[in-house]
């Protein structure tokens, strides 16, 4: 099993900060799980212009390949303009649209403030009910306030962020059981 995080921005670190922690915790207690961080900020994705994701080249090419072989996510957002980045868009735009389907996604989003706290519900999970994931219930939301010195110090968040990474194991595990049985007894 395999499992992507991505970090969903060019900018800054405290989204990265937080998807690395929820990494950790799956890899710390689940060593046969391998895991994996794309940084956004590390490769030159070209926009989504229409194109089969097949057509691109380069950086795109390579994240689009990273994500589609994966098993499992932790999407990471800050919070631009009460919404998620442009750049987390585009990779969502650049995938095909069933690239998600049965596929477990836990979300972790960042923001300056709790006024935030909704914008999963209103603009990340309806994208990623279109594209056919199964979505973690409860996400983990950072504030601002919660880091020092680009380091996450608060308790209850790493808490938090710790129970993320269970409760994705947790769900895809159940999701692989589910999905089973339905092939044991629909199996047209």
């Excluded at 998807?19 to 926009?47: C, G, H, R, T």
């Excluded at 403030?113 to 279109?130: F, G």
Aim: glycine residues 4%; aromatic residues 8%; hydrophobic residues 45%.
């Amino acid at each position: 099993m395999r499992i992507v995080g991505i970090s969903g921005s060019i900018v800054g670190s405290k989204t990265r900060t937080a998807v690395k922690q929820v990494l950790k915790s799956i890899k710390d207690k689940n060593p046969e799980i391998a895991v994996e961080l794309i940084d956004l900020a590390d490769y030159q994705i070209q926009f989504s212009d229409g194109r089969d994701f097949r057509d691109y080249q380069d950086d795109t090419r390579n994240v689009i390949e990273k994500i589609m072989s994966a098993d499992a996510y932790i999407i990471g957002t800050p919070t631009f303009q009460a919404s998620i980045p442009g750049t987390l868009k585009n990779i969502f735009d650049l995938l095909p649209i069933d690239v998600f389907k049965d596929k477990v996604i836990g979300i972790v989003a960042t923001a300056g403030s709790a006024k935030h706290y909704l914008m999963v519900e209103h603009h990340l999970k309806p994208i990623l009910n279109y594209m056919k994931a199964i979505v973690v219930p409860k996400y983990a939301f950072v504030e601002e306030k919660d880091y020092l010195n680009g380091e996450i110090v608060d308790d209850e968040i790493i808490f938090r962020l710790n129970r993320l990474a269970e409760d994705t194991v947790v769900m895809i595990n159940a999701t692989k059981a589910v999905l089973e049985a339905k092939d044991e007894a629909y199996p047209f």
